[in-house]
């Protein structure tokens, strides 16, 4: 008896001892919490083991409704498309400029496929000490399952099917929330109340309903119905005219603009004057340092005119606050010269 309280008093003393050691070394700074400096493999090995048994025991008990839900999957679509693509990345997609920099690096969700219960814990309550936030803060438990039923779906989807079905999703209305809406240009690209328009069908579907014919006749003579007809040039002018916003060259986003043009900005539409002297340094600010995707692009046109119909998702920053945003955005454009040039923008 008394040796094994003698082993019992060394285990303590022990224990005790490897406390202060380690107190003592947390306390004097030595430890690199720098995220390019990953852990020790032992360390990374305990820390993985602890957090994969928090989850497991915690997600254990979670009931699982049925994920084969196409509407159920479409709406999770357009959720994991504006919330997680910047960190778990697509199909095709090998890296972001913010998940290059993480530590640990988070799961590239195409390939790997994660139990839908623990998917959904971690969803609702995210991790400690890392990127992953918890989602059920802001969106109901039905979302929830609704992106962990697209996240069983992922793996093995080609760039292609994912662009399909993102492109037919709703958008995921929660995401422009942390918009400041007293700001006169409350994330400054062309008004927050288009870019958070949602698109329930196609983009082409809409533009054929909404807007099915343009004036063609200069003189006013007359109007023809527009006929689908892709217009690739006109595409990459609309291309051309974001990355012009996102490099800031305003130079070049003038030269794109039509003397003519009118920009739709909320409410408001400005000529290219009113633009260049307002908005456009505000709309190259924010762009600069924001992670834009196009989702979707289509067109339409006749002769010299046609219209492009863009859907973005966007993650920035405004006013010292996150912005993320699923876009609609609609640009006239005409031919001038052998150059698409931007009539409009809706």
Known sequence: ????NEYVVVLVAAVVMIGVVVALYGYSGSYNVGADDPHWSVTHKVVQTMRDRSI???????????????????????????????????????NSELRAGMYPQPPTLSGIRVDPRDAFWIIKHGIKMSAMPAWGSSHDDQTIWSMVAFVQKLPGMTPEQYHDIVAKAPPDDDMDMDIDSDSEHSHSHHGAEHHSHSVSGSAMEKQNDAKSSIALDET???????????????????????????????????????????????????????????????????????????????SIAAGDTARVVSETNMIGTSNGRAVRLRSREQMGLKRIDSQWKIVSID
């Not at 008896?1 to 094994?4: D, E, S």
């Open 220 to 298: 006013g003579n007359g109007a023809e119905t527009l006929k689908a007809g892709a217009a690739p040039e006109a595409e990459a002018a609309a291309q051309d005219f974001l990355d012009a916003l996102r490099a800031g060259d305003s130079l070049k986003v003038m030269k794109l603009l039509a003397p003519e043009a009118q920009i739709s900005e909320g409410d408001e539409t400005q000529s290219v004057k009113q633009y260049a002297g307002h908005h456009l340094s505000e709309d190259m600010a924010f762009l600069k340092h924001c992670e834009v995707t196009v989702v979707s692009r289509t």
């Open 56 to 94: 497991r025991s915690r997600s254990a008990d979670i009931k699982v409704p049925i994920l084969n839900d196409p509407a159920l999957i479409l709406n999770g679509a357009g959720h994991y498309d504006a919330m997680c693509t910047i960190c778990h990345l697509k199909p095709g997609v090998n």
């Open 1 to 4: 008896m008394k040796r094994q």
